[in-house]
């Protein structure tokens, strides 16, 4: 059996999409957080293309961008072409002529802002215009009312014999039923030799490629049509209303999928599942809950829901409680966040991590067993296993000029409104007083504490009170009776000599 043909795309994407109202080209517009001609990339890759062209015109540079990062996958040589002027969809594939010189294979056409447009569709098109030997296929769809679409005109024959656009048919041109979605196959030779044939003898005095079709069949070539399955699959984004009814189309049906894969979603219509989302069997997912970018979810979590994830990773087994924000995070097997945390790029935690309410992690990696449950900022740190960080703690990592590191060993205890003053290192099996500022590294298995000698004012409230409501002095002070006189403070442990203790009174003698 003979190899097969080298197969090629060319993906136009020059369009301004006039009717999105938009200062963006239509082709950066999202469907389910990735713009649509990446949807278009990323239908291509499983045929596993030797050259992809993508036409590029309004917004090249942003476009490019866009389909460069993170990168189409499996597509091994894409190659950006420059559609300098808009002159028509004829013209936008001549102007990929030089990406193909010396390329002997079929070329399947497509248009950028058609999001749904499946690898299996992609698949029949190429087998039928292979099996069928011909020289250019293309697909065909039926509408009893086809507004807007080029008409399919065939001969007595049944044959193709070309396509009219609905701005230059007939009445009785429009009065048919067949219509063009604009989705070939061509041989290579054969399609840049018709596109230099082109005219702009049209209503919009463009170079048409629906054009191409009528150049083949009037010169004998095998024009050959396949039958489209869907007609919302083939179609494209023209408004932000029909933008709208995709992404609600699309993600029905991707929560859908991962339903019959055995995840739970306690609401469908308000979950938002990216397709680059995995979810493991036997998760339950909340109300109102995100996953977008290339989220990994494992099995057995729950999301109790209000959740938005991004580039983020759950082990199994995790539990993220209400309204939890992540973004680029790592969170190990067993693991507790939230409710109310946010987990920013560079958080790595390990199993059975505990993250309460309102705490914050940024460049953060935290060891097995260790928590921080309350209020607490962790960012620029590293924290060994078994910690336990108490409420209103700060890793205070930036001097107004750099971002500075605290490290902190396992087993620690972080007292409450603590401050980490870095760059500083907390040894293993230290102890940290509540309401400490760390500036300097603490040994192992040592207490640091800095702490405010507390002092006291006996009686000071009741005259407070009686000063604010105007009482004569002398009440305030009958107000306030005896107030206590100020106690020397006691030294903190370490920090004073100790008082010679008084000596014990002489033990009576025993009688005798």
């Known amino acids: 059996m003979p190899a097969p043909r080298p197969l090629g795309a060319v993906v136009l994407a020059a369009g301004l999409g006039k009717r999105m109202r938009s200062q963006r080209a239509k082709v950066l517009h999202e469907l389910a957080g990735r713009p649509l001609v990446c949807h278009v990339l990323a239908a291509l890759a499983p045929l596993d293309p030797d050259r992809v062209a993508l036409v590029v015109g309004h917004q090249a540079d942003a476009v490019r961008t866009a389909v460069a990062e993170p990168g189409p996958p499996g597509i091994r040589d894409l190659r950006i072409v420059l559609q300098p002027e808009q002159r028509g969809t004829g013209h936008a594939v001549a102007c990929a002529a030089a990406a193909f010189a010396g ?74 039923t067949e219509v063009n979605p604009g989705l070939y196959a061509v041989r290579a030779e054969l399609l840049f030799q018709l596109l230099a044939e082109l005219g702009t003898d049209n209503a919009q005095g463009e170079l048409y490629l629906t054009d191409v079709v009528g150049l083949a069949a009037r010169a004998g070539h095998r024009v050959h049509t396949v039958a489209a399955g869907s007609a919302e699959e083939l179609a494209g984004v023209n408004t932000r209303a029909e933008l709208a009814h995709m992404e609600t189309k699309l993600r029905a049906e991707i929560v859908e ?28 997912i909340g109300p109102n809950v995100q996953l977008r970018g290339r989220t990994r979810i494992g099995e057995g979590c729950r999301l109790d829901g209000t959740a938005y994830l991004v580039d983020t990773t759950l082990g199994d087994r995790v539990h993220l409680l209400f309204g939890c924000v992540a973004d ?9 966040i939230g ?9 790595r935690l390990a199993e059975r991590v505990h993250i309460g309410n309102f705490v914050e992690t940024k460049q953060a990696v935290l060891g097995t067993g260790t928590k921080a449950n309350h209020l607490t900022y962790l960012g620029d740190c590293e924290i060994g296993p078994d910690t336990n960080v108490g409420a209103g703690t700060i890793t205070c990592n930036y001097d107004g000029f750099e971002k500075h590191r605290t490290t902190i060993g396992a087993r620690v205890q972080i007292g409450s409104d603590t401050q980490l003053v870095a760059p500083v290192s907390v040894g293993d099996d230290a102890y940290v007083g509540a309401g400490t500022t760390v500036t300097r590294d603490v040994p192992p298995g040592a207490l640091v504490l800095s702490r405010v000698p507390q002092q006291q004012v006996g009686g000071w409230v009741a005259g407070k009170r009686a000063r604010a409501a105007g009482t004569p002095v002398e009440a305030v002070a009958k107000a306030a009776p005896g107030r206590a006189p100020r106690r ?25």
């Open 488 to 512: 020397k403070p006691k030294a903190a442990p370490g920090r004073a000599a100790q008082r010679k203790p008084k000596a014990a009174p002489a033990r009576a003698r025993r009688r005798r």
């Open 257 to 284: 999928r991962w339903m019959a894969a055995g995840v739970t979603f306690e609401d469908p219509a308000t979950a938002y599942v990216g397709p680059e989302v995995t979810v493991g069997r036997d998760t339950v």
């Open 103 to 176: 390329f002997a294979g079929d070329v399947l056409i497509l248009y950028g802002d058609v999001p749904l447009i499946r690898p299996a569709t992609l698949r029949a098109l190429l087998d039928a215009h292979r099996a069928a030997g011909a020289d250019l296929t293309l697909v065909t769809l039926r509408f009893a009312r086809p507004a807007g679409y080029g008409r399919i005109i065939r001969g007595a024959d049944g044959q193709v014999a070309g396509i009219i656009e609905e701005r230059d048919a007939s009445d009785v041109q429009r009065a048919i």
């Open 339 to 347: 409710p109310f945390a946010r987990l920013r790029p560079g958080t």
């Open 328 to 336: 680029g995070a790592e969170v190990g097997h067993d693991a507790r």
